[in-house]
């Protein structure tokens, strides 16, 4: 499987923010976006998930499903966490586990995620009483609920501990070795397996903020 970009062309607000960009990421890859703010690490990475149509280029996924797009098998980790204030932590990541991936064993998959990022014994808690770190780690957790080839993850440590940051790369690392891919931007160290970075700032055709 590989994510292919083809001279990406990008424009917002009347500016062109990418031209000319093309890249490539395989199976079990980790490619890390770089840059200052500004370069365009989020406009690519909302280009690829489908929120932003380019002027001109392409992306697909080779070896993905043929019938649906990319944007379709990719998770999308944005800054805000996508979680309902009102909601306990259950219900968000239930919703977004029946949403993504059904209601057949929704409740297991549910289970796994609050596990693995350690929010099992928040679950019955409304979702606007948690910390800005637990309430990223609930966002974090629909990561787990479907099966999606592709992960976009923009600043994806944001509000989190080290002890959470590596609990996130352990997730990232188990998709990876199952022979997924992630797409990251970040200013800091994420510690994934199988990561390199791309310089979004010195990519060709890039144009300065």
């Known amino acids: 499987m590989r994510l292919i970009a083809e001279n990406l062309t990008v424009e ?3 500016r062109t923010i990418l031209s000319g960009l093309s890249f490539l990421a395989g199976a079990g890859e980790a490619v890390v976006l ?5 370069a365009g690490k989020t406009t690519l990475l909302r280009t690829i998930a489908g929120f932003i149509r380019p002027v001109s280029g392409s992306i697909r996924l080779e070896g993905g499903q043929t019938d649906t797009t990319v944007a379709e098998q990719a998770h999308f980790i944005g800054h805000a966490n996508a979680i309902k204030a009102h909601l306990t932590v ?3 990541v ?5 949403y993504l991936g059904g209601p057949r064993e929704a409740e297991a998959r549910v289970d ?3 596990q693995h990022f350690a929010i099992s014994g928040l679950g019955e808690f409304p979702a606007a009483y948690l910390s800005a770190g637990q309430k990223r780690r609930a966002g ?3 990561l787990l609920v479907a099966v ?3 992960w976009l993850l923009d600043e994806p440590t944001v509000s989190l501990d080290a002890a959470s940051t590596k609990v996130l790369g352990a997730a990232v690392n188990a998709h990876l070795e199952g022979g997924g891919l992630v797409i990251a931007a970040s200013h800091l160290p994420l510690g994934f397996a199988r990561s390199r970075e791309f310089d979004v700032a010195a990519a060709r055709g890039i144009v300065p903020a």
């Open 112 to 114: 796994l995620a609050l």
């Open 90 to 92: 259950r219900e968000n």
């Open 94 to 98: 239930r919703f977004w586990a029946t």
């Open 148 to 150: 999606r080839p592709l």
């Open 140 to 142: 974090l957790a629909r």
């Open 12 to 14: 917002r607000g009347g």
């Open 34 to 38: 770089v840059g200052p703010n500004g």
